[in-house]
């Protein structure tokens, strides 16, 4: 049936009026992050208005006051430890794969030990690699506080034989020299603690354990934040991981305040009878105890620190 030109334009109107009214009761698309709020009756009512409010923002979590590591693997893994002069080890390094290319030994390199089965050695095992160093003298009492015993890095057992293994270097600090010794290795934590606002000018004494810094990593005679230390206090004196020790000294005149010991110049108390303020030079983190030392590492510093300088556990 063909319709007239007058239904043909009846019908175009109504169609023309029907598009709005779809397009108004549609549903706009979501909006990524936000939340749809709508009247009650907006389903019924098509005039109805829909308002799309923001997420809430994410607020940052702040870990400023959380506890926070006080050093670096190599702060420790790579120093020492003071012992007796006599100790002994149950390996020793006795030659390398590459003994004729080479006289240190880094990572990666395979080198041979004086013990294999008849000392129990097992394949996977862990050690130290380890070199004698000289003693520790202090710097007042002029006494030895022990050997030092350097960490040249870590090696395991990669395969036994009788009477000798081969060991492969896993970490080496710094140069690793042939008959450098073996000690089992055993995993030392670094320390977690919250910090405090190191100690100012006027501030009084804590009252608790003192000491001296008595001998720096590598000979460092001039010390900042982040160098490491060794202390003469440790675990006799009260002294735990993650304690914080308040640097100071008497600045009371080069001319009896410091001297040379060895290859360090030593800060000295004023003589009897001289009182002055302390002198805050800063503050240090213990990493490792030891019967009557400790490993520092220092975390605040606004002099030159040296050794000599006193210490108090804050």
Not at 40 to 58: K, L, Q
Not at 161 to 189: N, Q
Not at 251 to 276: K, T
């Amino acid at each position: 049936m063909r319709l007239t030109s007058r239904a043909i334009a009846v019908l175009s109107l109504g169609l023309t009026l029907a598009v709005p009214a779809i397009a108004q009761t549609s549903k706009p698309p979501a909006v990524s992050g936000a939340r749809e709020v709508s009247d009650r009756n907006s389903r019924s009512d098509p005039n109805a208005v829909t308002r799309v409010e923001p997420a809430p923002a994410v607020v940052p979590t702040n870990t400023d006051a959380a506890p926070q590591p006080l050093g670096f693997e190599s702060d420790i893994y790579c120093f020492g430890y003071l012992g007796d002069r006599d100790e002994r080890f149950p390996l020793r390094v006795s030659g390398a794969e590459n003994v004729a290319e080479q006289e240190d030994y880094i990572t990666n390199d395979l080198l041979y030990v004086d013990g294999g089965y008849d000392k129990g050695v097992k394949v996977g095992d862990e050690y130290w690699i380890i070199t004698p160093e000289q003693d520790v003298i202090h710097p007042v009492t002029g006494r030895s506080m022990g050997r030092l015993f350097q960490y040249r890095g870590r090696a395991v057992i990669q395969s036994i034989e009788p009477r000798t293994a081969t060991i492969r270097v896993t970490s080496a600090c710094t140069d690793i020299p042939m008959h450098s010794f073996l000690k089992r290795f055993e995993p030392i934590p670094i320390p977690l603690a919250r910090k405090s606002p190191p100690a100012q000018p006027g501030d009084p004494a804590s009252g608790k354990a003192k000491g001296r810094i008595v001998f720096t990593r590598d000979g460092v005679v001039a010390l900042g934040a982040d160098h490491t230390m060794i202390v003469d206090l440790g675990a006799a004196d009260g002294l735990q991981a993650g304690d914080f020790l308040t640097v100071y000294r008497y600045s009371a005149g080069r001319e009896y305040g410091i001297r040379p010991v060895g290859a360090y110049w030593v800060n000295l108390p004023p003589p009897p009878g001289v009182f002055i303020p302390r002198t805050y030079l800063g503050e240090g983190a213990v990493l490792v105890v030891g019967d009557r030392w400790s490993v520092i590492r220092l975390t605040d510093s606004n002099r030159l620190i040296e050794v000599g300088d006193e210490v108090e556990l804050k």
